[in-house]
């Protein structure tokens, strides 16, 4: 089990930033302060937040405008680099969700 918090900044961004259609989703950090948020927002926009463990989904309500997902993550108190990023309609992604699963991204239709 990771006992280790990281930092997290999750960017989400998109194909086409003129389109205003909310990316929907959820980002959980868990942690000392663990939190779920749900999202329902046009793009670009920022999420972040310390803990042992990530887990999100975000997804674009049209397929000809994909989502950019950029994961930055730092295990200390200096700043988070790029960690994971990309692009998709669906974008899951995670960070220490089972012991030995390290970080991943993925896309879905």
Known sequence: MNTTE???IIRVTS???????PITGALYIGGADSSL????EAAPF????????ISGMFRSPS?????RVEVLASDSDTTPM???AAVGRTV?????????L????????
């Open 46 to 53: 920022e999420l972040s937040g310390t803990g042992r463990v």
């Open 92 to 100: 899951l992604l995670g960070d220490h969700l089972a012991q030995g």
């Open 37 to 40: 948020r749900l999202v329902n």
């Open 15 to 21: 194909d086409h930033p003129e389109d205003r259609s």
């Open 82 to 84: 790029p960690a994971l």
């Open 63 to 67: 397929a000809d405008n994909r989502v």
């Open 102 to 109: 390290s970080r991943f991204i993925r896309t879905a239709p």
């Open 6 to 8: 990281s930092r997290y």
